[in-house]
């Protein structure tokens, strides 16, 4: 009996240290703010139900990573036919041919029933990383023969039973990656790749260095994966997540990240029908991007932060919204990473949201209407140290026509493209550049230089 109460003590004990993860709010929810627990909520919302404006978004600052030429960034958005490195005619004859025998599965477009299929020997394949020259070493062929059959006409699978060992399940998942119409990261997609390999980091003088920019790297793969097709981003997430903890017991299995890519690269991302001697000098950026791919695939399937943000605040009803570049600019970060996303004002470079009116908008004065003050108070001095000349009055008669900003501040909109000669700043060149000199000198009792200050303003 004593027993039995020490050991219930010792439960007691041993649930009050436990530390939970769960814990009840009491607070009311705002009713004006949903509640979402998926990140991405925001962005496959926005990919869904705005697909242009998500393509803008998501392109915009792809080419502000990556230098891709016009055909190039054709290529990209599909509105060219990829232009890849191809083989002779026998060989593309040859494989087409081997394609005509195609079943459900094997050598068919990728869908969502072939990936259901495919995901048993993925599923089976995790249990078994311990296995050595895992991917390397190649199954018995009429095992495998029967499995591919099983796969192809949706036969039950039970991969458990010991008919079947991983290296026949292994080199299955590559023959069907090998077998698909297009490689699982596209021949659109493949110069992308070339140019994301080339990012590298710039020394304190801003010249290239050969050191890889890894930051920008995954920023830019994550960009350029969602651009993927729904099927093939899924596959690719399914098939990394298995690489990765592949190379994770390179202790048993022999098979780092370098090895995988080997194996994987003429696979997934080489153009079909080609030959290595095709790729010519492209074959070690196609093995270590696809390297890169296996070492940091637990980053690459989410939505940079700016992306995020913007999706929110595109539904949560805000008015601007900011690029990644005016995003840093006011978390002053140097690494290009975003660390808090909240800006407390809108920035130079405000985007406007798709489909609201600019007349209904209102922007309020910002830290970024002083910077615009300071240039134009700068340049109209430069303009006022001028020589004498009919050029100088031109400019300054310019500066005349503008009216007070104060009074229409808080219903101008960002981004309204003026004509030369409209009304826009003068005031704040009146203001700014000219009382705080008039108040200086009101200040020192020199009302003789103020009205010689003003009489110059004059002429």
């Known amino acids: ?12 004990l041993d649930r009050r240290e436990t530390k939970c993860s769960v814990f009840l709010c009491r607070e009311k929810p705002d009713a004006n703010q949903p509640v979402i627990f998926n990140p991405d909520f925001f962005v496959e919302r926005l990919k869904h139900e705005h697909p ?3 393509l803008d978004l998501v392109l915009s600052n792809i080419t502000r990573l990556i230098d891709l030429p016009g055909e190039e960034f054709a290529q990209l958005t599909g509105e060219s036919e990829p232009k890849v490195p191809s083989s002779s005619g026998f060989l593309r004859s040859f494989n087409f041919r081997k394609r005509k025998e195609k079943g459900l599965i094997f050598g068919a477009p990728l869908t969502e029933e072939g990936i259901a299929q495919i995901y048993q020997l993925i599923e089976y394949l995790s249990k078994n990383l311990h296995v050595e020259g895992l991917f390397r070493v ?6 495998q023969a029967a499995l591919r059959e099983m796969l192809n006409t949706a036969t039950e699978i039970d991969l458990e039973t010991g008919d079947f060992h991983p290296n026949d399940a292994a080199t299955l998942l590559k023959v069907y990656l090998g077998e698909l119409p ?77 090895n995988l890519a080997t194996m994987f690269a003429p696979h997934i991302i080489w153009p079909k029908n080609v030959t290595a001697s095709d790729l010519q000098g492209s074959i070690e950026k196609l ?30 009803g805000s008015k601007t919204l900011q690029s990644n570049d005016d995003l840093n600019l006011s978390s002053g970060s140097k690494t290009g990473s975003i660390a808090a996303i909240i800006a407390p004002s809108p920035s130079p470079s405000m985007r406007s949201i798709a489909g609201e009116s600019s007349s209904t908008r209102s922007i309020k004065p910002s830290e970024n209407q002083s910077y615009t003050e300071s240039c134009l108070r700068e340049l109209y001095m ?26 229409s501040a808080e219903t101008r909109t960002p981004f309204i493209k003026r004509h030369g ?7 704040i060149i009146k203001r700014k550049a000219l009382g705080g000199q008039i108040s200086a000198a009101k200040e020192n009792g020199t009302a003789e230089s103020s009205s010689l200050f003003l009489k110059r303003w004059v002429d």
């Open 382 to 407: 430069q303009v006022n140290s001028m020589p004498e000349s009919a050029k100088k009055k031109k400019l300054i008669r310019q500066f005349e026509k503008q009216p007070d900003p104060t009074s």
């Open 182 to 258: 297009e490689p699982l990261l596209t021949h659109r997609h493949y110069h992308a790749h070339l140019k994301i390999g080339e990012l590298t980091c710039f020394d304190e003088k801003g010249n290239k260095t050969n050191d890889p920019d890894k930051e920008r790297q995954i920023e830019a793969f994550q960009l350029l994966f969602m651009l993927l097709p729904p099927t093939n981003r899924s596959l690719l997430k399914l098939l990394l997540d298995l690489l990765y903890h592949t190379a994770r017991s390179q202790h048993l299995n022999k098979m780092s990240a370098i």
């Open 421 to 427: 000669r409209s009304r826009s700043a003068g005031g």
């Open 1 to 12: 009996m004593a027993t039995k109460n020490n050991s219930q003590n010792s439960l007691r």
């Open 287 to 316: 093995n270590n991007g696809v390297a890169f791919l296996i070492r940091h695939s637990q980053k690459l399937f989410k939505a940079p932060v700016y992306i995020k943000e913007y999706a929110r605040l595109f539904y949560t």
């Open 52 to 54: 242009q404006t998500f």
């Open 138 to 143: 190649p199954g018995h062929s009429l095992r």
